[in-house]
C-alpha cells in the first residue's frame, strides 16, 4: 500500500492503516503489560536529578490510554548511565480535548525545565506522544533550552484520524485536527537536531508521516535523521531510547553527553 492515500480510501483502510497493533511483532496486551512491568519499579520524581543530561518521554496511546506511571520502562538504562528520567503526564481524551492535552504537555515540560535546569535536553515521544513532542518544541522558549528531539511512529497530520473509530472519544473535525497538526502549521521554531524514526513492522502511513516530517524539518534549518528501524514495530521502538547498539538510542546518548 505505498501508493496509499487516505483522502480517497474507504474509512476501512485509514483504520487499518492507524491500527498500529494490526503490524505489531506481538499482541497489544503484551507490551502493555511490559510497560507496566518495566515501569513498576520506578518513580518519576525519583528519576531526576538537578543539573545533568535529562530525557523527558511524552507516552502515546492514541490521547487516550496509557499514563507517566507506565512510561518509565527506560528507568534502568537512565540510571545506568546517569541521565535523569521523566515521563510526562497529562488528562486523556475524552476528560480533555487534544487541544487541552497540548497545553497540559506544553506545561510540564516547561515546569520540568525549569526545576531540573539539565546541562542537556531530549524530548522524546512515540505516536501520539511524538505529536505531542513536535508540538512542544514548537515553542520557542522550549526550542531554545532543547539539544535534540527524538520522534518515534509519529502522527504529524492529524486528519486522518478524524475517519477512524479512534476519533470517537477525541470528538476531532477535520478543522480541528488541522489546527494541530505539525506538519500542516507555519513555521515558528524547530529543534536543532531531530530524530525521526519508525519501526519496519509499521503501516505505510506511518512510514509516510515519519519521512515526510523529517524533510518538513530539514526544510526548516534542522539537523535531521530519518530512518526506519530494522525488527522494530510500533511499541518495541521506544525501549531503544537510551539502549546503546541501537539506532535510537545511540542518537539519543550521543546528544545527552554533548558527542553529537
Not at 541521565?83 to 492535552?101: D, F, N, R
Not at 502522527?155 to 497538526?181: G, K, M, W
Request: proline content about 5%.
Amino acid at each position: 500500500m505505498d501508493d496509499f492515500n487516505w483522502l480517497t480510501a474507504s474509512d476501512e483502510d485509514v483504520d487499518l492503516q492507524y491500527s498500529p497493533s494490526r503490524f505489531a511483532m506481538k499482541p497489544l496486551s503484551e507490551y502493555l503489560d511490559d510497560y507496566a512491568s518495566l515501569s513498576t519499579p520506578y518513580r518519576n520524581q525519583q528519576l531526576t536529578t538537578v543539573g545533568g543530561p535529562l530525557l523527558i518521554y511524552i507516552h502515546g496511546g492514541y490521547w487516550q490510554r496509557l499514563s507517566a506511571a507506565d512510561s518509565l520502562f527506560n528507568a534502568a538504562d537512565a540510571l545506568r548511565h546517569g541521565i535523569s528520567l521523566h515521563a510526562t503526564e497529562y488528562t486523556l481524551a475524552p476528560h480533555a480535548t487534544v487541544e487541552q492535552i497540548v497545553d497540559e504537555c506544553i506545561a510540564d515540560v516547561r515546569r520540568v525545565l525549569k526545576d531540573v535546569r539539565p546541562s542537556r535536553v531530549v524530548i522524546a515521544g512515540c505516536s501520539a506522544g511524538a505529536h505531542l513532542a513536535a508540538m512542544c518544541v514548537r515553542e520557542s522558549d522550549i526550542c531554545q533550552r532543547i539539544d535534540g528531539v527524538a520522534l518515534l511512529s509519529g502522527i504529524y497530520d492529524v486528519r486522518p484520524i478524524v475517519r477512524t473509530p479512534t476519533n470517537d472519544p477525541l470528538h476531532l473535525t477535520s478543522e480541528t485536527a488541522q489546527s494541530i497538526s505539525p506538519m500542516l502549521l507555519p513555521a515558528v521554531s524547530s529543534p536543532p537536531k531531530a530524530l525521526l524514526a519508525v519501526g519496519e513492522h509499521e503501516s505505510s502511513e506511518f512510514h509516510r508521516q515519519n519521512s515526510e516530517y523529517g524533510e518538513l524539518l530539514k526544510k526548516r534549518g534542522a539537523q535531521v535523521h530519518t530512518c526506519i528501524v530494522y525488527n522494530r514495530d510500533h511499541f518495541n521502538l521506544p525501549y531503544d531510547l537510551l539502549q546503546e547498539d541501537t539506532v535510537v538510542g545511540d542518537w539519543v546518548l550521543s546528544v545527552l553527553k554533548g558527542n553529537s
